[in-house]
């Protein structure tokens, strides 16, 4: 069965700390992972994208790791911001030639930033 | 980017009505969309897939006959959520795939029923 557990369901951190999240995966065929950002009240914002051959990438102060033997991902938040607060969702995409890549998503992280 | 918008953003309804969400792609053809349900403090959970042109696959446990949805053209599809319940009260967010097999997710609804 796909599944994407992620870690910590919630954290809550400083302004200006830095802060890592954690995203464990079991979906095959593995197509990509992106990490994206969600706002209360919003639709997900996609911040990064990785496909099986990428171990990192950043945006800006979000860095995120792949690790593609052990399936496992992480999101680096570097300096944090107050408007860093929101979920962030692991969303691992699943070939499927017939109809098209399918979604299996995280539970997310909710993190909070405080002054 | 690829932009999906969604009208309303909020609606308030009464318990026994029904409600129309409109899920748009602004600029680019979406040959297929996606609706997703995301109650508190969750994860969305994927309600169905809508194909143009012909009838929505619904997720197990989702009831096609409560929450239709219509794909009449490459930018637009909707999602009604009929004689609605106070615990169809929830937000629901849409997403549209490109030809690449990208998929945009749209700002959601939030519904609310009294």
Known sequence: KNQVEQSPQSLIILEGKNCTLQCNYTVSPFSNLRWYKQDTGRGPVSLTIMTFSENTKSNGRYTATLDADTKQSSLHITASQLSDSASYICVVSVQNNNAGNMLTFGGGTRLMVKP | ?114
């Open chain 2, 1 to 114: 980017g690829a932009v999906v918008s969604q009208h309303p953003s909020w609606v308030i309804c009464k318990s026994g009505t029904s409600v129309k969400i409109e899920c748009r792609s602004l600029d680019f053809q979406a040959t297929t969309m996606f609706w997703y349900r995301q109650f508190p403090k969750q994860s969305l959970m994927l309600m169905a897939t809508s194909n143009e042109g012909s009838k929505a696959t619904y997720e197990q446990g989702v009831e096609k006959d409560k929450f239709l949805i219509n794909h009449a053209s490459l930018t637009l599809s909707t999602l009604t959520v009929t004689s609605a319940h106070p615990e169809d009260s929830s937000f629901y967010i849409c997403s549209a795939r490109d030809l690449t097999s990208e998929q945009y997710f749209g700002p959601g609804t939030r519904l609310t029923v009294t």
